[in-house]
C-alpha cells in the first residue's frame, strides 16, 4: 500500500493516526479528506502540514464525485469521520446517520469502484451495547444510542459490500480512547480543562459507569496492525484491557491536577446511557496487539500536562467557537 485515504484526520484520533504513519512508513502518502466540522481542526495537523508526504482535502464523506475523485488514485481508506459524540448525536441524530451510515456507503462505493486494496472502517465498541460480562467479536449488536445505532449501521454496510462484493474490508470496534488533541466535549478532556479553571465538572448520575480505557497511541498501533496484518472480512475489537468507573477517572484528574472533591457535580444521567463496555482482545492479540495497560495512570498524567502546557489550543475552541459554547449551554442546561 502506497496512498491511504485519511478520513476524519482533523479529529482527535485520526490526527494521532496520520501522524503515526508518517513517522512510521516513510515512504506512504496520507491523503486526509475531512468536511472540519466543529470537531475537525486543521491546528491538530499543524505540524505534518509541509510534510510532502501529507496533503489535505477538505470536504464530506458524502461527496461522491470528491470521494472518487481522490478514490481513484489512492490503494485503500481508513475511515475515521463520524459524528462521534453521543451527547450531540442525542440531540441531532440526523448528523450522525448522515456521517455514521450514509457518509460510509459512499466510500465503499469509491472502493470498490477503484478495486481498493483494503478498506478499513474505524468502529466503536459501543455497537454492542451494554455488558455485565465482555464483549467478543461474534457477539450480536444491541446499539442503544442514535451514535452508536448509526455506527453499527456503517459496519454492517461494510460487512455486505465484503460478502457482497468480495471488497477486502477490516473492522476495528476500539474503546474509549484519550490523548492529546481531544476536543474538550468529551469526559477526559471536558473535565481536565474545567479543572484548570477551578470549574465544577458535570458527573452524569451516580458515575459509576464503566469504560474500557486506551491512550491513543494503542488506539492507533491496533488499526496500523489491523489494517496490514488483519484477514479481509474480519472484525477486531481494539481496546485498553483497562475498564474503570468514572469516578475513578474523575479521581485520577482531581488528584493530578490538585484540585478539591467539591468540584464534582452529579448531575441529570444522559438518557439511554450504556452502563458498562469491556472488550475481550483476544484476537488483536493474536496478531501481535497488546495494549500498554500498565502505563495507563503514566498516560493519564502526561494527558493532563499536555493541556496544561496547551491551553491556547483548548481555549480557541472553548472561548471563541460558538458551536461548542451552543452545545454546551443547550446539554447541560437540560442536565440540571
Ligand atoms: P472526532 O469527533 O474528534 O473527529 C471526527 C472527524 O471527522 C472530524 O475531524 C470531523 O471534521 C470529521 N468528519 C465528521 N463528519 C464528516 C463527514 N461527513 N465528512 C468528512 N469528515 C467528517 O472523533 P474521534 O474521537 O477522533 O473519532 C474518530 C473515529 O473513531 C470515529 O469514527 C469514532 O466513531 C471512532 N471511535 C472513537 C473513539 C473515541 O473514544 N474517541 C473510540 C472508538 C471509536
Ligand atoms: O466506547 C467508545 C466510544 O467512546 C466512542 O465510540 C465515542 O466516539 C467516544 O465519544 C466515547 O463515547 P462515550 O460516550 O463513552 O464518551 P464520553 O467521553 O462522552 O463519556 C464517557 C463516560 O463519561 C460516559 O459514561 C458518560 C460520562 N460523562 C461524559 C460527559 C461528557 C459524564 O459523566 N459527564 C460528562 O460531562
Known amino acids: 500500500m502506497q496512498t491511504l485515504i485519511v478520513t476524519g484526520g482533523a479529529g482527535f484520533i485520526g490526527s494521532n493516526f496520520v501522524r503515526y504513519m508518517l513517522n512510521k512508513y516513510p515512504d506512504y502518502r496520507i491523503v486526509v479528506l475531512d468536511a472540519l466540522t466543529y470537531a475537525g481542526n486543521l491546528d491538530n495537523l499543524a505540524d505534518v502540514w509541509k510534510n510532502p508526504n501529507f496533503s489535505f482535502f477538505k470536504g464530506d464523506i458524502n461527496d461522491a464525485a470528491l470521494v472518487d475523485n481522490l478514490a481513484q488514485n489512492a490503494d485503500a481508506i481508513v475511515n475515521f469521520a463520524a459524528e462521534s459524540h453521543n451527547d450531540r448525536a442525542i440531540l441531532n441524530p440526523q448528523a450522525a446517520v448522515q456521517s455514521n451510515f450514509n457518509g460510509v456507503w459512499t466510500l465503499l462505493e469509491a472502493a470498490r469502484k477503484f478495486k481498493h486494496e483494503r478498506f478499513h472502517h474505524i468502529s466503536t465498541d459501543e455497537v454492542y451495547g451494554t455488558t455485565d460480562g465482555i464483549f467478543r467479536e461474534g457477539d450480536p449488536l444491541e446499539p442503544n444510542q442514535p451514535y452508536s445505532a448509526a455506527k453499527a449501521g456503517g459496519e454492517l454496510m461494510v460487512r455486505a459490500y465484503h460478502q ?3 471488497l477486502p474490508t477490516i473492522v ?9 488533541y481531544h476536543y474538550p466535549e468529551k469526559i477526559i478532556p471536558l473535565f481536565i480543562t474545567n479543572l484548570i479553571d477551578d470549574q465544577p465538572v458535570p458527573v452524569y448520575g451516580d458515575g459509576m459507569q464503566v469504560r474500557d480505557w ?12 489491523a489494517l496490514h496484518h488483519g484477514t479481509p472480512g474480519e472484525v477486531y ?9 468514572n469516578m475513578e477517572i474523575v479521581t485520577l484528574l482531581l488528584k493530578f491536577l490538585n484540585k478539591p472533591e467539591s468540584l464534582i457535580r452529579h448531575v441529570k444521567d444522559r438518557p439511554g446511557h450504556d452502563r458498562r463496555y469491556s472488550l475481550d ?31 491556547a489550543w483548548w481555549r480557541k475552541i472553548k472561548e471563541k467557537q460558538a458551536e461548542y459554547q451552543a452545545f454546551m449551554n443547550q446539554w447541560y442546561a437540560e442536565r440540571k
Open 172 to 180: 476495528t470496534r476500539g474503546s474509549n480512547t484519550f490523548g492529546p
Open 164 to 166: 457482497t462484493f468480495g
Open 237 to 245: 475489537n481494539v481496546g485498553g484491557d483497562n475498564d474503570r468507573p
Open 214 to 225: 486506551m491512550y491513543v497511541l494503542d488506539h492507533c498501533r491496533g488499526i496500523d496492525i
Open 281 to 311: 482482545v483476544s484476537k488483536m492479540g493474536g496478531l501481535g496487539y497488546r495494549p500498554e495497560k500498565e502505563r495507563f495512570e503514566e498516560r493519564l498524567k502526561e494527558t493532563v500536562d499536555w493541556y496544561v502546557a496547551n491551553e
